[in-house]
């Protein structure tokens, strides 16, 4: 499971619960534990609290969770942290690019829906460059 570790999977919320990055479990580890954010404890659709470090390294890890071992047991992955201070909302935009198009449809064909290697594939306009088509998101595929 030590793999999890550098994969981005814990959403991070700002103090207004508004959802403003993305982090590795590392990355949220060394944020609970310095009590910069909670972690989210979920037990169902209305079950949600705020858990600060040293509660969270003492939850049980279901079925569900991912987990890290460690020496004195297993610690569950958080999937949701909360900011304890920020309520700023990141307002900076993607740069619209090659790269930035491949990324944001996970380096898939959107024709046949193939994972293509970085060398492989090129963006096409839905309405061509001839025919007045910008150059934006909503444009390319």
Not at 33 to 43: F, P, Q, S
Request: charge should be positive; hydrophobic fraction near 35%.
């Amino acid at each position: 499971m030590s793999s999890i570790l550098n994969k981005s999977v814990v959403l991070v919320l700002n103090r207004n619960w508004q959802a403003i990055n993305v982090r590795t479990p590392q990355e949220a580890f060394c944020m609970m534990a310095t009590n910069v954010v909670t972690g989210l404890e979920i037990e169902g659709e209305d079950q949600i609290r705020p858990v600060k470090w040293d509660e969270w390294i003492q939850l049980p890890v279901r079925p569900e969770h991912y987990f890290v071992r460690t020496v004195h047991g297993q610690i569950r992955v958080p999937t949701v942290i909360v900011a304890v201070n920020y309520a700023r909302v990141r307002r900076k935009r993607p740069k619209f690019s090659a790269r930035g198009i491949r990324e944001r449809d996970g380096n898939r064909c959107q024709y046949t829906g193939a994972v293509l290697k970085p060398e492989e594939g090129s963006i096409d306009h839905v309405v061509p460059r001839s025919r007045g088509g910008p150059n934006s998101w909503d444009n390319c595929r």
